[in-house]
């Protein structure tokens, strides 16, 4: 596609429930990244794909959070038993080469 | 590690000023360093991207320098509108094969009519 498209815009659910955030690169960008953003703070790096290999999971808060890859194209990143504090604009972005990063709207998650 | 710092967190300005919002960064071994700006409730939307190599890039009304070897970077913006009322984020990424971006923490721009 034209852009990097994430779904849903906004989600939100019970505290206890798991959540699943897609999204969807740039075609033939290889490399995409998941980001969080808490309301008032910065950007927060959780993962970053190259194909379908994570070399760089470091940034995923707790064993509740995890990402997949498939097809070297659409991303998917879940959380189990979604607590209040996971509450946050998650962020996608992809990259291709040594351009820049192209980002999507991101989903924003409530947890109540 | 990287650390990447903007001043003023936040800044008013009357509308058709020239302002430079600026970007500093602890490590100055990076590969580029891209400019951002994020509306409220909205996504990042790139603006400008220069690489490690280049000293400046335009477009439009903006124009982004780079000095890597002291670890700066600024952004001008000229005639300033309240279009351009937004934050700005400047990011750098550390090397080529995917590695990630490490964001500062913002400048939240008002230009007022």
């Known amino acids: 596609g034209a852009g990097v498209s994430q779904s849903p815009s906004n989600k939100v659910t019970e505290k206890g429930k798991d959540v699943e955030l897609r999204c969807d690169p740039i075609?033939?960008?290889?490399?995409l990244y998941w980001y969080r953003q808490s309301l008032g703070q910065g950007l927060e790096f959780l993962i970053y794909?190259?194909?379908?290999?994570?070399?760089?999971k470091s940034g995923l808060p707790s064993d509740r959070f995890s990402a997949e890859r498939t097809g070297g194209s659409v991303s998917t990143l879940t959380i189990q038993r979604t607590q209040q504090e996971d509450s946050a604009v998650y962020l996608c972005?992809?990259?291709?080469?040594?351009?820049?990063?192209?980002f999507g709207s991101g989903t924003r998650l409530t947890v109540v | 590690k990287q650390e990447v710092t903007q001043i003023p967190a936040a800044l008013s300005v009357p509308e058709g000023e020239n302002l430079v919002l600026n970007c500093s960064f602890t490590?100055?071994?990076?590969?580029?360093l891209q400019w951002f700006r994020q509306d409220p409730g909205k996504g990042l939307t790139s603006l400008l991207l220069?690489?490690?190599?280049?000293r400046e890039q335009t477009s439009g009304r903006l124009n982004a320098s780079l000095d890597k070897s002291s670890g700066r970077s600024t952004l001008y913006i000229a005639a300033s509108q309240p279009g351009d009322s937004a934050t700005y984020l400047c990011?750098?990424?550390?090397?080529?094969?995917?590695?990630?971006?490490?964001f500062g923490g913002g400048t939240r721009l008002m230009v007022k009519p």
């Open positions: 490590d100055s071994a990076i590969y580029n």
């Open positions: 075609s033939g960008h290889t490399a």
């Open positions: 990011a750098v990424r550390r090397g080529n094969a995917g590695n990630m971006l490490t």
């Open positions: 972005a992809s990259s291709r080469g040594e351009g820049g990063y192209t």
């Open positions: 220069i690489q490690s190599s280049q």
């Open positions: 794909f190259q194909g379908n290999s994570a070399p760089d």
